[in-house]
Every structure is written in C-alpha cells, then in structure tokens.
C-alpha cells in the first residue's frame, strides 16, 4: 500500500524516508515535524483515519507557510513541492514533482554565472551530509526572472549515515536585499561626500596650528588642538563608513596574487614598529615557531623557514594587519606586542598578541560586529569607529578564511587570523597565470 503522506505532493515519497533517521540543523522544527508525519503514518496504515488526520496536519502546515520547501531523493528528483515553492519559482507542483532538481532549482551566482554541481547548495548536502545555509544564490525563475534567494539545505540520513535526501527551504529575499543595497549607497554617498569637506576642515586646523603660518594664543591652540585630533576621527569615520559599505555589497577593490606571508609579515613589523616605539612598545616578530630550521654549520646561515603561500591582495592584507596592529598599540598601556607567522597543511596563521588591557568575555562574541566597542575605562579614553574589526572581517571572508580572538582581561589579547594555504604548485601555477595577464587587463 502506498501511503501519501503529503497529500500535496500528488505522488509517495514514502520508500525514500523508509528507516531515515533526520540529522538536526537549521531545519530542524520542520524537519522534525515531516519525520514525525512519516513515523505516525507508517506506524498506523492500516488505520485510515490517522492517515487522514497526519496528512491534513502535514497538508494545513506546507500550504499555510511562505517559505519554499523541496524535498529531493537519492536520485536527485523532486519528491514534495509546497505551494511557496511554486510561488517563488514559478513551476506548478504536478510539473516540479518527479524532475531532475536541477530542472527547477536553477542557481546562479551573484554574477550570473550558473552554478556547478561543486557550487550547488542541494549537491554540496549530498556531497557532504553536512547542512548548509546560503543567501547569496539568485534562483532563475520557471519565467526567466532572476531572484535572490536564502536556501538552507539539510540531509536526510539513514542508519547507515548515509545521504538518501536533501530538504531545502527557501525564501525569496530580493525586497530584503534590495533594501541593503539602497542603505549602503545611501551611506557610500553620504560618507564619500563628507569626506572631502571634513578633509579640507581638517587640513585649515593643521595650517592654524603651524607656528610657521599662523599665531595663536596657547589657549587657542589647545581648543584647536582638540577639534582637529576630532576631525581626524570624524575622516576616519567616513573613511570606515566607506569601507565597510563597499565590502558589504562586495564592491570592495580586490586582486590577489600568490604572497609569502613569511616575508610580507618580517616587512610590515618593520614598518610598523614605528608607531609601537612612540608608545614605548616593544615590538617582535617570529616566523615559523618550532618549524624553523638553522644550519648550525653555518655561521651566516640564515633562519629557513617554510614558504607560507596565500593568495590575496596585498593591500587588503596591509589593511588587515595594520588594522589589529594599531588596535593594539591603541589600546596596550606598556610591554610588547609581538607578531607571527605560522601555519600547517591547510592553513597560514597569522597572529597579533599584545600585553593589553584585554577584552571581557561578554564582549567577544561581539567584537566584529559593526559599531561594536568595548566600554570600560581602558577603551573608553582611546577614540576608535567600531568598525576597524567588521571591516577586517568582511575582507577575511572574502579569501576564505577565519579572524578571532583569544584574550584574557588585564593579561593581553591575542587576535588570529586563519588563510587557506597554497601548496608551492598550486602557487606557480597561479603566478603563471598572473604572469600572461596584461597590468591593464581587468581582474
Ligand atoms: P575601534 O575603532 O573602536 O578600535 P575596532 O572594530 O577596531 O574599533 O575594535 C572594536 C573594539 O574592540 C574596540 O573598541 C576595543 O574595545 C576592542 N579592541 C580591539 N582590539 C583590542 C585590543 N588589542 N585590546 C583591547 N581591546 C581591543
């Protein structure tokens, strides 16, 4: 006997959940709640009128909600389409039933390109068994129109662990993503615009303080002192405010090429000890840690370490570093602030630590959201937008990788970042590649 368990979907789909134990995810509730039918049908099949009851409760709930839910077999093919789903895409459930998923959940990147089955949500389930949650495909429509979509992606797994179906629920975010857009050209403009008179104040309060062109009484020149160090905030507000716009509709400037970390990191202490020494911090570079070796044989033998290859854009990097570096200087009272490099087969590792005042627990989870400042005495006193660590985020997501922070109040911060490791091939190979591009050409 054959049981619908959801009327809506004009065919069974019972033979594919047979014995499927659902793993928890974002999906959870509903999830849950389909496994719950199945089992109370199954249980009772022969009892029609529980039959009839599951299937309303299944039908009321899958026709009442605005989220598109699928649920696709083993063999890739559509086995329950709501009503939503119809809506979002624009393909009638008897047709959507039974096809190939590909067929209806069309998916394409933000530039347009389709998606490969590498790229594809749904796939990468079947792929990975893991859950995935994405809003950043844009779903082409039964008529063509392109949408964007939040899709999260849950498997269905068997006693055996392994993946015997997929359910996604879906939800059309356009009006969402539309509104995001408009508020972040909003503050481009709003902060691009500002930026040029802030500038020109700022430059006018620099000119009235140069013993060289102007004469002011020392009372005059500590109000003036005071509005320009505040005018130098308010430019790096903008500036902040301009940044962190671009990197969240992605229009960041971005070129990467193949980088030594090793190198690139030994160069940028240099140049930053400077603003650390103002301070009287100490600043000290490691490279390598224990991996290190030394000719011993060798008194000229410099330190070998191995080549920590990323690829990135340089500036972007700079930008990071200097970013969590001049935090710490910031915000570190006395001691050191020590820089390193390391790394393993997947990973480069790049680290920051300072004697600081370090950050509170509470605060941490915190601490790459925009805006967000620590409030007590030690940062209080010290000017800062809140933005320099979302920004660093946003441009660590883009390269794949993973900035946090392990700190302990009144001992110090320290502040990682993870970068997917080129292998030396995979970097000569990406340099060749570099090599044929003309300086001129788009990247
Ligand atoms: P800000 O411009 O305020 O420095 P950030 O986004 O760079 O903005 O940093 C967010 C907050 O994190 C800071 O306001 C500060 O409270 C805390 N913070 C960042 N780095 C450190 C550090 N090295 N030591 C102590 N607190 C820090």
Redesign the pocket.
């Known amino acids: 006997m054959i049981i619908n368990t959801f009327g809506i979907m004009g065919i069974s789909f019972s033979g594919v959940l047979l014995g499927v134990v659902i793993t928890a995810g974002v999906l959870t509730p509903l999830i849950l709640f389909i496994r719950h039918n199945y089992n109370q049908a199954k249980e009772s099949a022969n009892d029609l009128g529980s039959i009839t009851s599951e299937k309303l409760k299944s039908d009321v709930i899958l026709n009442a909600i605005g989220d598109g839910v699928i649920l696709v077999d083993d063999q890739k093919l559509i086995r329950l389409f709501n009503p939503a789903a119809t809506t979002i895409t624009g393909w009638n459930i008897n047709d959507a039933i039974g096809l190939d998923y590909h067929n209806v959940i069309q998916l394409e990147n933000d530039n347009g390109q389709p998606y490969s089955d590498q790229e594809c949500p749904i796939n990468k389930v079947f792929e990975t068994g893991a859950s995935s949650n994405d809003s950043k495909s844009v779903l082409v429509t039964h008529a063509n129109k392109r949408i964007a979509l939040n899709l999260s992606v849950s498997p269905l797994v068997n006693e055996d662990q392994e993946v015997v179906g997929a359910v996604g629920i879906f939800r059309d975010i356009s009006k969402e993503k539309g509104d995001l857009e408009r508020r972040a050209e909003f503050i481009s403009t709003a902060s691009h615009e500002m930026r040029t008179p802030v500038a020109a104040i700022e430059g006018y309060l620099a000119l009235a303080l140069n013993e060289n062109v102007s004469r002011i009484d020392t009372k005059a020149r500590e109000y003036l002192l005071k509005a320009h160090e505040s005018t130098q905030l308010l430019g790096k507000l903008f500036q902040d405010l301009l940044t962190s716009a671009k990197a969240e509709d992605g229009r960041l400037s971005n070129h990467p090429v193949v980088i030594e970390m090793g190198a690139f990191m030994e160069q940028m202490a240099e140049a930053l000890k400077f603003s650390a020494s103002k301070k009287g911090l100490m600043v000290e570079f490691v490279v390598g840690a224990d991996t290190n070796t030394i000719d011993a044989s060798n008194p000229n033998a410099k330190v070998v370490h191995p080549l920590y290859l990323i690829h990135a854009d340089p500036d972007r990097m700079r930008e990071i570093v200097t ?1 969590i570096f001049d ?2 200087v ?3 009272e006395s001691g050191k602030i020590s820089i390193g490099v390391t790394g393993d087969e997947e990973v480069v590792q790049i680290r920051v630590a ?1 004697t ?4 509170p627990a509470e605060d941490v989870p915190h ?1 790459f959201e925009k805006f ?3 409030d007590n005495s ?2 209080r006193t010290v000017g ?7 920004i660093c985020r946003k441009i660590i997501e883009l390269y794949n990788g993973r900035l946090w922070v392990d700190s302990t109040v009144g001992k110090g ?1 320290t ?1 990682f970042i993870n970068i997917p490791r080129l292998s030396t091939p995979e970097a000569t190979k990406l340099q060749s590649v570099e090599a044929t591009r003309s300086p001129l050409a788009p990247v």
């Open positions: 970013n935090n710490s910031k915000y570190t300072d600081g005042p370090g950050i601490l967000y400042r620590v030690a940062t800062g937008t809140g933005l320099g660590l979302f911060s502040f």
